[in-house]
């Protein structure tokens, strides 16, 4: 069964700082991943999907890599903000099982402090 | 502006009580989802839909129900089965199944059990 960790479970940085977030599947074989960004009591927002015939994905500040051969995602984020600070989730879809659906980590809290 | 609705963001339930959450979409997407989010936990699938008239079980659909029966809505049922509801739900919807589409939330509804 395909499980999805991400590391560090929180982080607290100051402003201006480059960080980056960790998000690995113990079954390798990942054929799409998503970053979300979650506020306080709110829903998901999508910030980069990275598809089957990519390797990363970039949003402004926000570049996001995939590598299929050791199934591990890193979302880099550049000049780090405290309008940053939230929850970072990372969501894949594995070939063959869970039926096609998204398998979500526990997500990164990140907070920037000004 | 297009997007994904829930109502209420707040639901209190009884013991006993089966309550039912909107979720509606302007998007024009086939494809839609329930998820629930407990504390310190990845969001997990209750039920998805790929057309009108169709849905599937996710990993934890006992004690749930719901009804697809136009395509810019899927309520979702909790029923007194459901042993422990309280949790924060949210709704998604992506453009058709599959691992290829980016998924897209609603702002979530926050039901309390009694």
């Known amino acids: 069964k395909q499980e999805v960790t991400q590391i560090p479970a929180a982080l607290s940085v100051p402003e201006g700082e480059n960080l980056v977030l960790n998000c690995s599947f113990t079954?390798?074989?990942?054929?799409?991943l998503q970053w979300f960004r979650q506020d306080p009591g709110k829903g998901l927002t999508s910030l980069l999907l990275i598809q089957s015939s990519q390797r990363e994905q970039t949003s402004g500040r926000l570049n996001a890599s995939l590598d299929k051969s050791s199934g591990r995602s890193t979302l880099y984020i550049a000049a780090s903000q405290p309008g940053d600070s939230a929850t970072y989730l990372c969501a894949g879809v594995n070939y063959g099982g869970s039926q096609g659906n998204l398998i979500f980590g526990k997500g990164t809290k990140l907070s920037v402090k000004p | 502006d297009g997007g994904i609705t829930q109502s209420p963001k707040y639901l209190f339930r009884k013991e006993g009580q089966n309550v039912t959450l909107s979720c509606e979409q302007n998007l024009n997407h086939d494809a839609m989802y329930w998820y629930r989010q407990d504390p310190g936990q990845g969001l997990r699938l209750i039920y998805y839909?790929?057309?009108?008239?169709?849905?599937q079980k996710g990993d934890i659909a006992e004690g749930y129900s719901v009804s697809r029966e136009k395509k810019e809505s899927f309520p979702l049922t909790v029923t007194s089965a459901q042993k422990n509801p309280t949790a924060f739900y949210l709704c998604?919807?992506?453009?058709?199944?599959?691992?290829?589409?980016?998924?897209?939330f609603g702002p979530g509804t926050r039901l309390t059990v009694l």
């Open positions: 079954d390798s074989a990942i054929y799409n």
């Open positions: 998604a919807s992506s453009i058709a199944k599959g691992p290829y589409n980016e998924q897209f």
């Open positions: 839909s790929q057309i009108v008239n169709d849905f």
